[in-house]
């Protein structure tokens, strides 16, 4: 444990160390506790990823969730041969126009609020809501402001932001998009290809 070092010397070291604090905390039976995870990760800090560490919200320095992320974003995995970089993205066409109200249009019976979105790992109140936001699918649902993954892409927005000669802008909306399952298994199939 005493010789896990990160320096920031590219994706593949930033990959190497975020599986590496994870097989430790696993180790250790501290996998689920993200601030001790968090807290073990900044002793292995050193140069340029040190002072890097040094300059993030504390609330991404104490959590291991948003701290592996924000490694990852800002040291992404270099291009792989025959591939492009695991961290590029799709460009996708803009969704069709809504269709028009009717018996054949798929409607929600209430507002996208009452989906019950849930932070972290369940998105819905259950599959009858889950299958009901895909049927209506494309669609957007504004997260609050004290929503646990609103925090968390607030936090990656300010950790990202490449613009030294300029102040991060503050986030004043953020909205969850929710895709038809079909569209969203061509973009997986292209993401891990």
Same mark, same amino acid.
């Given at each position: 444990?005493?010789?896990?070092?990160?320096?920031?010397?590219?994706?593949?070291?930033?990959?190497?160390?975020?599986?590496?604090?994870?097989?430790?905390?696993?180790?250790?039976?501290?996998?689920?506790?993200?601030?001790?995870?968090?807290? !073990?990760?900044? *002793?292995?800090?050193?140069?340029? %990823?040190? =002072?890097?560490?040094?300059? @993030?919200?504390?609330?991404?320095?104490? $959590?291991?969730?948003?701290?592996?992320?924000?490694?990852?974003?800002?040291?992404?995995?270099?291009?792989?041969?025959?591939?492009?970089?695991?961290?590029?993205?799709?460009?996708?066409?803009?969704?069709?126009?809504?269709?028009?109200?009717?018996?054949?249009?798929?409607?929600?019976?209430?507002?996208?609020?009452?989906?019950?979105?849930?932070?972290?790992?369940?998105? !819905?109140?259950? *599959?009858?809501?889950?299958?009901? %936001?895909? =049927?209506?699918?494309?669609? @957007?649902?504004?997260?609050?402001?004290? $929503?646990?993954?609103?925090?968390?892409?607030?936090?990656?927005?300010?950790?990202?932001?490449?613009?030294?000669?300029?102040?991060?802008?503050?986030?004043?909306?953020?909205?969850?998009?929710?895709?038809?399952?079909?569209?969203?298994?061509?973009?997986?199939?292209?993401?891990?290809?």
């Amino acid at each position: 444990m005493d010789d896990l070092k990160f320096e920031g010397k590219g994706g593949k070291e930033a990959e190497d160390f975020v599986a590496a604090v994870k097989k430790i905390a696993l180790k250790e039976g501290k996998h689920q506790d993200s601030e001790w995870t968090a807290a !073990f990760a900044s *002793t292995c800090f050193y140069g340029p %990823a040190l =002072r890097w560490f040094e300059e @993030l919200d504390e609330n991404v320095q104490s $959590d291991w969730k948003l701290l592996r992320r924000a490694i990852l974003q800002k040291w992404p995995a270099e291009a792989r041969a025959g591939g492009s970089a695991s961290g590029s993205l799709p460009t996708f066409a803009a969704a069709p126009p809504p269709a028009a109200a009717g018996p054949s249009a798929p409607t929600l019976a209430t507002p996208a609020k009452s989906l019950s979105y849930r932070p972290v790992d369940e998105e !819905f109140c259950g *599959t009858q809501c889950q299958d009901r %936001a895909s =049927r209506a699918a494309p669609l @957007l649902i504004k997260l609050e402001a004290a $929503d646990s993954m609103y925090k968390e892409v607030n936090a990656l927005f300010g950790v990202g932001w490449q613009h030294s000669e300029k102040a991060c802008p503050s986030v004043k909306r953020i909205f969850r998009i929710i895709m038809k399952p079909t569209l969203m298994e061509y973009y997986y199939a292209y993401r891990w290809a």
